[in-house]
């Protein structure tokens, strides 16, 4: 697809096809030093794009400060069925104990959160999505394009000629690859779009919660109380979750459905998140990244639908760096 007025912008994902090749040097198969090349490729790139991840890191100025901002009462591990019974259930209190709502007047996080409302959370269910709403879409767009973080991530995939070089262009790529409507597995009829499923939530079969991976959400929703938190998740290889600490993996029940094991970044900005997984959407091919900034060593996980849309993006925590 090409951009109208940007000759040089190239095609964000192109499927590539390997040959096998035969021939072999001291009994070695080209294939494996093939594969090897392939593989320091993909560490360069990675170690590149976590420099870049560290920069946004850096400055985004409105993130949260954990014990400050904000205060989280993790209680206990999740149990491993996910459902609705008590002895299931590892946290008797909320999540959030305190958030320091005066950050949600900042214009991001208004323009984000006029967004949240304008879904129909089960898939399956055609989304109408009315003038207002969509001039809701353009102004969260133009309220992110104008902080370091976004202005960052377009920098970058300008040089990689991954994106439009003027704004306009570059919003207009955001908007194909958020917002536009798609339908999800199981639906004939546009019902879902990258930003609903990832930011919002979404509900399937009236039992089961899809996505869901921010923490505004998550908070108003608990402040409501649509949320009941069950206790935060690990496995045997993953890092025990921190109070102070910027991600974690928890269950929770939201609408009559459960959510067995979501994952989310806590405390950042939204223009944090859309640069992130923005930049993991255009730039890799595969569809976990694993990357490294500030004291964390995360695997972003990014599908996405017909190579034009986000399907979901999260992050998982691999480790804490010793930093």
């Known amino acids: 697809m090409m951009w109208e007025g940007h000759a040089s912008y190239q095609p964000v994902h192109v499927q590539q096809h390997h040959c096998t090749i035969k021939k072999t040097i001291q ?76 950050i949600f007047k900042k214009e991001t ?17 055609p989304e109408i999505v009315t003038p207002e709403e969509e001039l809701e879409n353009h102004k969260f767009l133009d309220s992110i394009l104008k902080t370091p973080t976004m202005k960052m991530a377009h920098k970058y995939l300008m040089g990689k000629r991954l994106s439009p070089e003027d704004t306009a262009g570059f ?53 409501l109380g649509h949320i009941d938190y069950k206790g935060y998740r690990v496995n045997a290889n993953s890092p025990q979750p921190d109070e102070n600490k910027h991600i974690m993996a928890l269950q929770f029940s939201w609408k009559n459905g459960i959510k067995p094991k979501g994952s989310i970044f806590i405390g950042v900005s939204p223009e944090f998140e859309f640069a992130l997984y923005t930049l993991c959407f255009l730039t890799s091919p595969n569809e976990r990244v694993k990357v490294s900034f500030s004291i964390y060593e995360v695997e972003i996980v990014c599908h996405h639908y017909n190579q034009k849309h986000i399907s979901t993006t999260y992050p998982v925590l691999v480790r804490y760096l010793n930093v």
């Open 109 to 125: 996080f208004l323009a984000f959160i006029s967004l949240l409302d304008n879904y129909e959370s089960d898939t399956g269910e």
């Open 171 to 223: 919003k207009k790529q955001l908007y194909h690859i958020w917002f536009e409507l798609y339908a999800r597995r199981g639906s004939s009829k546009p019902d879902s779009s990258g930003f609903e499923h990832v930011f919002v939530g979404e509900t399937r079969g009236g039992h089961t919660v899809i996505g869901f991976h921010n923490w505004i959400q998550l908070y108003l929703q608990e402040k």
């Open 27 to 102: 009994n070695k198969p080209l294939t494996h030093i093939a594969e090897r090349s392939r593989n320091s490729k993909m560490i360069e790139g990675d170690r590149e794009l976590s420099a870049l991840i560290q920069e946004l890191w850096d400055n985004d100025i409105n993130r949260l400060r954990p014990g400050m901002d904000y205060r989280i009462s993790l209680q206990g591990k999740a149990g491993d069925l996910a459902g609705f019974a008590d002895d299931n259930d590892g946290a008797g209190l909320p999540l959030f104990t305190f958030v320091d709502e005066n």
